[in-house]
């Protein structure tokens, strides 16, 4: 299981650093375009501005407000005053190395409030994620004590797949944050649908005794 994590874990970074590397700054802005008018027609305009205002104020106040995106940029791009003191090399890499460092750290921060924004769009169906839920670990658990009642069989593997299909279907969304693609909302209520009917048989086929 460490070592699933970590393979996970690499991955998300993996596709951080392709993002970075390789998409374009306009790319990513088509694609929050086509996701804002995604949202809207099925949340609305208003639930969209909702979801905007909070990843723009928690972006600010994470990354602006405290600095880090300006230190980073002063870190990789250099001032108009260092370049002056750098005699011979004032406009070394200006419009070529140091342009193309520029545009990725642009695609960066773009993506980083883009993950930040589909976050708050993830947070936004936590209600149907317990609606969905309770129900269905409800009948998981009355499963269970029928088994229990009438020495019915309980599986070991889909006790442990379904288990793997939770943490599957989390690791999915979370993955999806990332995306340099339309991400459609309706990702969320299907992603919950899969983890509810999980729940359902992870609990129905929980050891009777434990």
């Given at each position: 299981m460490p070592r699933n994590i970590l393979l996970s874990v690499m991955v998300w970074i993996l596709e951080v650093v392709l993002v970075t590397a390789l998409v374009s700054d306009?790319?990513?802005k088509t694609v929050e375009r086509t996701e804002a008018r995604l949202v809207v027609d099925?949340?609305?305009?208003?639930?969209?501005?909702?979801?905007?205002?909070?990843?723009?104020?928690w972006f600010n106040h994470l990354f602006v407000e405290t600095g880090v995106r300006a230190q980073i940029h002063h870190y990789f791009i250099p001032t108009e005053q260092e370049r002056q003191q750098s005699y011979g090399?004032?406009?070394?890499g200006r419009d070529t190395v140091f342009a193309?460092?520029?545009?990725r750290l642009i695609v960066l921060w773009?993506?980083?409030?883009?993950m930040m924004h589909r976050g708050f769009l993830l947070l936004a169906w936590w209600p149907f994620l317990a609606v969905a839920g309770v129900p269905f670990a409800v009948d998981g658990l009355v499963r269970r004590k029928i088994k229990q009642s009438n020495f019915d069989y309980t599986s070991p593997l889909a006790h442990r797949y379904s288990f793997y299909a939770i943490l599957g279907t989390i690791y999915v969304l979370l993955l999806g944050l990332t995306l340099p693609f339309p991400v459609p909302p309706?990702?969320?209520?299907a992603g919950c649908i899969a983890i509810a009917l999980a729940l359902s048989i992870y609990f129905a086929h929980t050891q009777k005794r434990i």
């Amino acid at each position: 299981m460490p070592r699933n994590i970590l393979l996970s874990v690499m991955v998300w970074i993996l596709e951080v650093v392709l993002v970075t590397a390789l998409v374009s700054d306009q790319w990513l802005k088509t694609v929050e375009r086509t996701e804002a008018r995604l949202v809207v027609d099925y949340f609305g305009a208003h639930k969209d501005l909702e979801i905007r205002a909070s990843a723009r104020y928690w972006f600010n106040h994470l990354f602006v407000e405290t600095g880090v995106r300006a230190q980073i940029h002063h870190y990789f791009i250099p001032t108009e005053q260092e370049r002056q003191q750098s005699y011979g090399f004032e406009d070394f890499g200006r419009d070529t190395v140091f342009a193309f460092i520029e545009s990725r750290l642009i695609v960066l921060w773009d993506s980083v409030y883009q993950m930040m924004h589909r976050g708050f769009l993830l947070l936004a169906w936590w209600p149907f994620l317990a609606v969905a839920g309770v129900p269905f670990a409800v009948d998981g658990l009355v499963r269970r004590k029928i088994k229990q009642s009438n020495f019915d069989y309980t599986s070991p593997l889909a006790h442990r797949y379904s288990f793997y299909a939770i943490l599957g279907t989390i690791y999915v969304l979370l993955l999806g944050l990332t995306l340099p693609f339309p991400v459609p909302p309706q990702a969320m209520p299907a992603g919950c649908i899969a983890i509810a009917l999980a729940l359902s048989i992870y609990f129905a086929h929980t050891q009777k005794r434990i």
